[in-house]
């Protein structure tokens, strides 16, 4: 072979090789986002919002795909177990952290999923029966205390939910004769409520607003750290002398272990971005949802300030899976 052409040979290979990182740049094609809930929900409509504005700034689709069951087990189990190659994440919410708390026999290890950004708090609102005598949480616990042996019914979604730990808060805060009943979901509880069946509930503020200015449900507080931007006339809990009872309803994204953290990085970065822009918030926030544009490390920070504390609540009230 002849030099000139042996160099030519070397100048196409050099290229192609320059050229081949350009080619492998993420995301090559879709992006799917696994939601472990049922379509309609808070976390299922949270995902999409964000979805729809990182997908605008990725340039490739960021697909939904929901995966309901066992606590949000079973989706949290698939995203675990997908290949950590940029393109399968989780939409998680509480039960990323408290699933292993209450289940003897987890089909992943926490450490199995890593956080990548927190999206959006739906603030969980501490609701009763308007036939309750109570206007303000105090008067919540007073009336409760009154009621002796009988203790106050309260309805949750399920052991371990948010409204599960609301309630078990409010007993440690001094409110101990409270029954809690649990029902399949969350607006079940709430329906039971309204129904006058069980006295109270804490749900997230999407599902329980609508029935507040109906009429159908009273406010107490909102357990979230300020006042809800769509119902500043709530007070939180801990304006109402109950700092310690404060959980919300939130969406976070996690990858499986071994994500790239380059990706991880990246998509956290497109996250942040979406959630602080205008047409996120002007999207979620009239229906009682809060953005939450933690960076990287404000979400791991989170994630495991959550997962200690909720332990030890979970831990003294004996929370067991159904």
Known sequence: MRPLARIALSLLALGTLVAAPARAAWPEHAVKWVVPFAPGGANDLIARAAAEGVSKRLGQPVVIENKPGAGAAIGADYVAKSKPDGYTFLVGAAGVVTNSLIRKNM??????????????????????????????????????????????????????????????????????????????????????????????????????????????????????????????????????????????HWAGLFAPKGTPAALIERMNAELVA?????????????????????????????????????????????????
Not at 166 to 191: D, Q, R
Not at 282 to 311: C, K, M, Q
């Open 107 to 248: 089909p992943y290890a926490d450490a199995d999923l890593v956080p990548v950004g927190m999206i959006a708090v739906a603030p969980s609102v501490i609701v009763v029966n308007p036939s309750v005598p109570a206007n303000t949480l105090r008067e919540f616990a007073d009336w409760a205390k009154q009621q002796g042996a009988g203790g106050v019914n309260w309805a949750t979604a399920g052991t371990a939910s948010t409204p599960h730990f609301v309630a078990e808060m409010l007993k440690e805060a001094g409110i101990s004769n409270i029954n809690v009943i649990p029902y399949k979901s969350g607006s079940e509880g709430v329906t039971a409520v309204m129904s006058n069946n069980v006295a109270a509930t804490s749900e997230a503020s999407i599902v329980v607003i609508p029935q507040i200015r109906a009429g159908k449900l009273k406010a107490l507080a909102t357990t979230y750290e300020t006042r809800i931007t769509a119902a500043p006339s709530i007070p939180t809990t801990k304006e109402a002398g109950f700092p310690g009872v404060q959980i919300g």
């Open 274 to 322: 979406t959630v602080k822009s205008a047409e996120f918030r002007d999207r979620l926030v009239p229906s009682g949802i809060e953005p939450a544009p933690y960076s990287l490390a404000g979400y791991v920070a989170f994630i495991t300030a959550e997962r200690e504390r909720l332990a030890r609540v979970a831990k003294n009230a004996g929370m067991q899976a159904d």
